[in-house]
C-alpha cells in the first residue's frame, strides 16, 4: 500500500457563486484580508488543539494583533470597522476554526459590547482596549446550570455591602471563564429584583472557574463552570449602565446577527473541503468529481451556502443603517446554523470515511456547528421570536 494521499483539503476557494460580496469596498477589504491571512495561520494548526481540548491562548493573542476583535464597535484607538467588515471577520474567523469563533464572539461579541454599552467614563478607558487587542481575557457569565433559554429566570445575586457588592451562584458554559482576566458577572439584585451587571478579576477571593471537560464541540477554547460563593467586588466594578434583564438582552440581540455569519464561515470551509476531495479523490478509476450525484450534491450544498450568504448580506445592509430588527437577525441565525448543519452532513457523507479524520477539516466542522447551533437562543428559541413576530402571540411561559 502506498503513503496516504494529500488531499489538502483546507485550501482556500473563495466561493461566492451570486458575487455577494464581490464590490466590497478597499477599507472593509483591508479587514477581510487580515482575517484571511489569520485563517490562513489557524488551519494547519487547529486540529491538534482541538483534538487534545487544548486552548491555544496565543491565537487568540494573535486575533488582538491583528485588531480583529473589534466587532464593529468603535475603540478609541483602533480603526473602525463596519458592520459588513465585521460580518467578514466573524465569517473568516469560523471559516478557520469555531473554537476561536466562539472567542471572539466572547471576547469582542459580549464582553467589549457590555462595557462599550454599558461600563461608565473610567471602565471603559480601562478596559476597552485590553479587551479588544486580547491583553487581557474577558467573559460574559450569564448562563447558569439551571438556567439557559430562560436565563431571564437567573438565581444568581447580588447584595450591596457597604461599599461593597457581595455576589452569590453558579454559571455555566461560560467561555474564557478560567482563562485569566475578567468577567462579566450577571446577577440579581434582591432589594429591587433587578439584574445588574458587574466587572469580577478572576483572581478575586470566591471566585473558582473549572474548564467543563468532555466536550463534542467546540474543543480548542475552555468553558467553565463558575462558583462565586461570597465574592465582594468595591461598588465601582457595578456597571452603572445596566438597569434590567432588557439591556443584557440589549447585548444578545446585537451579537446575535454574527451568529449567522459564523455559521457561514463553517459552511464555506466544508464545501470548499468536500468540492477539493471530489476533484482529488479517485475511485473506480475517476475522480469523484466526475458522478452524478457527486455534482447534486454539491450543488445542493452551493444552495445552501448561498442563501446563507444573501441573508447575512441583507441583514448587514439593515444593521448599517440602523434599522435591524431583533426578529430579523433571529431569522438570519435560525437559518443559517440550520443551513450549515445541512451542509455538514452532506460534506461527511461525500467524504466517506475520510470525513471522520480531522485532517481533512469536515468533522471538526460539523461538531462546532452543533456548538453554534445552541448558543445566542436554541433553533426552538429563535423559532418562537419568529413566531411571536408572524402572530403576535407569545408562546414562551
Known amino acids: 500500500m502506498g503513503a496516504p494521499q494529500d488531499y489538502r483539503l483546507g485550501e482556500y476557494l473563495g466561493t461566492d457563486f451570486l458575487d455577494v460580496f464581490s464590490d466590497v469596498d478597499a477599507d472593509d477589504r483591508a479587514h477581510w484580508d487580515r482575517a484571511k491571512q489569520y485563517a490562513e495561520e489557524v488551519i494547519p494548526v487547529i486540529g491538534q488543539a482541538w483534538d487534545k481540548a487544548e486552548y491555544p491562548l496565543h491565537l487568540v493573542k494573535r486575533m488582538g494583533e491583528l485588531r480583529l ?7 478609541p484607538g483602533l480603526e473602525p470597522m463596519s458592520p459588513l467588515a465585521a460580518g467578514l471577520v466573524t465569517m473568516e474567523i469560523s471559516r478557520a476554526d469555531g473554537s476561536m469563533g466562539a472567542a471572539a464572539a466572547v471576547q ?44 431571564v429566570s437567573l438565581e444568581t445575586t447580588a447584595v450591596r455591602d457597604g461599599e461593597e457588592w457581595v455576589i452569590n451562584g453558579n454559571k455555566r458554559w461560560i467561555g474564557n471563564g478560567a482563562s485569566g ?21 478572576q483572581e478575586t477571593p470566591g471566585y473558582t472557574g473549572v474548564p467543563i471537560a468532555g466536550k463534542g464541540g467546540i474543543r480548542a477554547i475552555h468553558q467553565a463552570d463558575i462558583t462565586l460563593e461570597n465574592v465582594r467586588v468595591p461598588a465601582d466594578a457595578q456597571l452603572p449602565g445596566v438597569t434590567s434583564f432588557k439591556d443584557v438582552s440589549k447585548v444578545l440581540s446585537e451579537t446575535r446577527l454574527s451568529v449567522g455569519w459564523s455559521a457561514l464561515g463553517h459552511g464555506l470551509a466544508m464545501f470548499d473541503a468536500a468540492l477539493n476531495y471530489s476533484k482529488r479523490r479517485t475511485q473506480f478509476g475517476q475522480p469523484l468529481a466526475t458522478k452524478q450525484m457527486v455534482q447534486e450534491r454539491l450543488v445542493q450544498m452551493l444552495e445552501e451556502l ?11 445592509e439593515l444593521q448599517a443603517a440602523g434599522t435591524l430588527r431583533p426578529q ?34 469536515v468533522i471538526r466542522h ?25 402572530t403576535g402571540h407569545s408562546a414562551f411561559a
Open 69 to 75: 476583535l473589534t466587532d464593529g464597535l468603535d475603540i
Open 108 to 151: 469582542g461579541g459580549l464582553v467589549l459590547r457590555s462595557l462599550a454599552f454599558f461600563a461608565s467614563e473610567q471602565q471603559r478607558e480601562k478596559w476597552l482596549l485590553p479587551i479588544a487587542t486580547a491583553e487581557v481575557l474577558g467573559s460574559f457569565a450569564l448562563t447558569e446550570p439551571d438556567h439557559g433559554s430562560d436565563s
Open 181 to 201: 482576566g475578567i468577567t462579566i458577572v450577571w446577577a440579581r439584585n434582591p432589594e429591587d429584583n433587578q439584574v445588574k451587571g458587574f466587572i469580577v478579576d
Open 306 to 316: 448561498t442563501n446563507m450568504q444573501l441573508q447575512c448580506a441583507r441583514a448587514t
Open 328 to 361: 430579523q437577525a433571529s431569522l438570519v441565525k435560525y437559518h443559517n446554523t440550520r443551513a450549515a448543519r445541512r451542509i455538514a452532513s452532506l460534506a461527511r457523507d461525500m467524504l466517506a470515511g475520510n470525513g471522520m479524520l480531522l485532517e481533512n477539516h
Open 366 to 390: 460539523l461538531l462546532d456547528v452543533e456548538a453554534i447551533h445552541t448558543y445566542e437562543g436554541t433553533e426552538s428559541v429563535q423559532a418562537l421570536i419568529l413566531g411571536r413576530e408572524l
